[in-house]
């Protein structure tokens, strides 16, 4: 009952790892969606902006997504192309044709390919995770062993997390190396970039808070074990006290003294006792 009490006492501070997990899937969101909807703030994020303006059929500057290309107004998504989960980054396949596109995207398709596909993968298996954390850590507030299940699951999502920012930043830099080689103007989107990176620090802040508050609760348990044990043998040492005390009490009986007085005799008793022996001997 003690431990339920402290459990129920540190639950307030699963909020924090709830909180920070929370806004982790929705920035996760932000990046798999982007392109999806003329909306904000989902138009306003995309994973490469570059000059496309010798490409036919092209627009001028190209913003490209997860899910499309879309051209570009004032930094914001218009006229996005398609909504297809998982393009790759490989702006031929936008456009249909290899004019105009810089070499590296026709030297390395496959390199390009199949690091944009799995990008947009384990966008899926991080949000995946993290909402199985998210789960887990409703119950963290109620027992030590959903801490430490939901402690564990935040670590499988912070791998993934980690793994999906590096690819990530990988295959979008080389995308805007390749433009910029070819003399056009590209730069990377800030937003998504903002948005996966800072979503792989609050899983991290999530798991950090979760193992500090499994470790107060498993230390605590273990002080209130270390607590109890004392305490029982206190009880069996008082009960052997108690069964030396009744002996010395019946001991006193064979000696002629009163039952009454049992073992509460001190040195004073004891002493006018033997002087009243002492008298009735000299008697």
């Given at each position: 009952?003690?431990?339920?009490?402290?459990?129920?006492?540190?639950?307030?501070?699963?909020?924090?790892?709830?909180?920070?997990?929370?806004?982790?899937?929705?920035?996760?969101?932000?990046?798999l969606?982007?392109?999806?909807?003329?909306?904000?703030?989902?138009n306003?994020?995309f994973?490469?902006?570059?000059?496309?303006?010798?490409?036919?059929?092209?627009?001028?500057?190209?913003?490209?997504?997860?899910?499309?290309?879309?051209?570009?107004?004032?930094?914001?998504?218009?006229?996005?192309?398609?909504r297809?989960?998982?393009?790759?980054?490989?702006?031929?396949?936008?456009?249909?044709?290899?004019?105009?596109?810089p070499?590296?995207?026709?030297?390395?398709?496959?390199?390009?390919?199949?690091?944009?596909?799995?990008?947009?993968?384990?966008?899926?298996?991080?949000?995946?995770?993290?909402?199985?954390a998210?789960?887990?850590?409703?119950?963290?507030?109620?027992?030590?062993a959903s801490?430490?299940?939901?402690a564990?699951?935040?670590?499988?999502?912070?791998?993934s997390?980690?793994?999906?920012?590096?690819?990530?930043?990988?295959?979008?830099?080389?995308?805007?190396?390749?433009?910029?080689?070819a003399?056009?103007h590209?730069?990377?989107?800030v937003k998504?970039?903002?948005?996966?990176?800072?979503?792989?620090a609050?899983v991290?802040?999530?798991?950090?808070?979760?193992?500090?508050?499994?470790?107060?609760?498993?230390?605590?348990?273990?002080?209130?074990?270390?607590?109890d044990?004392?305490?029982?043998?206190?009880?069996?040492?008082?009960?052997?006290?108690?069964?030396?005390?009744?002996?010395?009490?019946?001991?006193?009986?064979a000696?002629?003294k009163?039952?009454?007085?049992?073992?509460?005799?001190n040195?004073?008793?004891?002493?006018?006792?033997?002087?009243?022996?002492?008298?009735?001997?000299?008697?």
């Open positions: 009952m003690r431990m339920t009490r402290h459990v129920l006492r540190t639950s307030p501070f699963v909020l924090i790892p709830l909180i920070l997990l929370s806004g982790a899937v929705v920035m996760l969101f932000f990046c969606l982007a392109g999806l909807t003329n909306h904000n703030p989902l306003r994020v994973f490469l902006s570059a000059d496309t303006s010798n490409i036919p059929g092209a627009p001028p500057i190209s913003q490209f997504t997860m899910n499309n290309v879309c051209g570009e107004r004032n930094g914001v998504n218009i006229d996005c192309r398609g297809s989960g998982g393009k790759p980054m490989l702006p031929q396949t936008y456009y249909g044709t290899a004019t105009g596109v070499q590296p995207f026709l030297q390395h398709q496959n390199k390009f390919y199949y690091l944009s596909r799995f990008t947009y993968a384990f966008y899926i298996i991080s949000i995946f995770w993290i909402l199985l998210l789960l887990a850590s409703l119950g963290a507030t109620l027992s030590t801490t430490g299940i939901a564990l699951l935040t670590a499988i999502a912070l791998l997390t980690a793994f999906l920012a590096s690819i990530m930043t990988a295959v979008y830099t080389q995308a805007q190396n390749a433009f910029r080689g003399g056009r590209a730069r990377v989107g998504a970039f903002a948005f996966t990176w800072t979503s792989f609050l991290f802040l999530s798991l950090i808070s979760l193992l500090r508050i499994f470790s107060y609760r498993r230390r605590y348990s273990r002080q209130t074990q270390k607590a044990s004392p305490s029982r043998r206190d009880s069996m040492m008082g009960g052997l006290l108690g069964k030396q005390g009744r002996k010395a009490g019946s001991e006193y009986d000696h002629g009163r039952a009454s007085y049992g073992s509460s005799y040195n004073d008793d004891i002493a006018r006792e033997k002087e009243l022996d002492a008298t009735r001997a000299g008697e």
